[in-house]
């Protein structure tokens, strides 16, 4: 009896030790903002296994960040998302697809000179990783989990484009009754474009489009939205100013609660989870979210 408690006493210290970060809870869905700097990089998990990830953030810290949401012996990601090839999205992708089995790739393509973009579509065609151009009559289905891209309205590929921000494609995330809508670095020009086209925009939770930027996160459009939470993946006193006071203001206005990389670390929220006692205990790190509307 003595060697059994020891045994448990050593295994539930081990976990505690990592965070418990990667304990999979039963029955729920988790986002995870991931905290890679002063980009972006985001991954969806759901309880029966599913992995997505979404950008890559400016660097190999996104290869930390899995090790910590991930089990040692997940090695599989069902798709990766490149919103646009910024350094800031698409650095970290590279060393992921070198490590990870990737069953496909989404992209948004426009006309850009990019040496880490470059590798990424090198290293996708050596590979023969199935890939495809976001476009707005594409949808993702993974069980309960689906993806609906709501924009790029036409594919972007090869198109020289003023702001490559704007080829970033703007996806509605549908987990059971919670919606998260995903901007990537889509400026104000895009939500006018969404809103125009009577796009059905609301959602629980607002990944905010470039880092919280001023040039993003329009009045009319979080009006619209209507989000309880809003989340900014930023870098620690970066060289821009995100996120900006003007989106702050505005997400306060609107009784927003706002999450950001730079002050609260990665951001980690579990859906529908059945056992709040092991996320206690295992995974202190995850929030748990249910909508107020629900």
């Not at 050593?10 to 729920?28: D, K, M, N, S, Y």
């Not at 080829?167 to 549908?174: G, N």
């Not at 125009?196 to 470039?210: C, N, P, Q």
Request: glycine share 8%; hydrophobic share 45%; aromatic share 8%.
């Amino acid at each position: 009896m003595k060697i059994r408690l020891l045994v448990l006493s050593i295994l539930a210290a081990l976990l505690l030790g990592l965070g418990g970060a990667w304990v999979r809870l039963p029955g729920a869905f988790e986002l995870h903002v991931l905290d890679i700097g002063q980009g972006d990089a985001l991954l969806l998990r759901t309880p029966d296994g599913v992995n997505i990830l979404v950008d890559g953030g400016p660097g190999q810290a996104v290869l930390e960040e899995l090790g910590a949401v991930l089990s040692p012996f997940d090695k599989r990601l069902n798709l990766v998302v490149l919103t646009h090839p910024h350094e800031d999205h698409v650095a970290g992708l590279v060393p992921v697809l070198e490590r990870f089995e990737v069953d496909r790739v989404l992209l948004s393509a426009p006309e850009y000179n990019n040496e880490a973009y470059r590798a990424l579509m090198a290293f996708i065609a050596e590979e023969k990783i199935e890939y495809s151009f976001a476009r707005a009559d594409e949808d993702f289905e993974f069980g309960e989990l689906n993806l609906d891209v709501l924009y790029p309205f036409e594919p972007s590929t090869g198109e020289e484009m003023a702001n490559v921000n704007n080829a970033s494609p703007v996806i509605k995330v549908t987990w059971r009754d919670t919606k998260i809508l995903l901007m990537g670095d889509a400026e104000m020009e895009v939500e006018e474009e969404l809103l125009e086209a009577g796009v059905d925009l609301r959602a629980d939770i607002l990944k905010a489009g470039h880092h919280g930027s001023r040039n993003s996160s329009t009045l009319e459009f979080l009006e619209v939205v209507e989000a309880e939470l809003m989340l900014i993946s930023c870098g620690l006193g970066n060289d821009y100013g995100h996120p900006h006071a003007e989106s702050l203001q505005k997400a306060e206005d609107l009784e927003m609660e706002v999450l950001r990389t730079d002050l609260d670390g990665r951001i980690s929220l579990e859906f529908g989870g059945n056992y709040s006692w092991l996320r206690v205990i295992f995974a202190p790190r995850l929030r748990s979210f249910s909508s107020s509307r629900s």
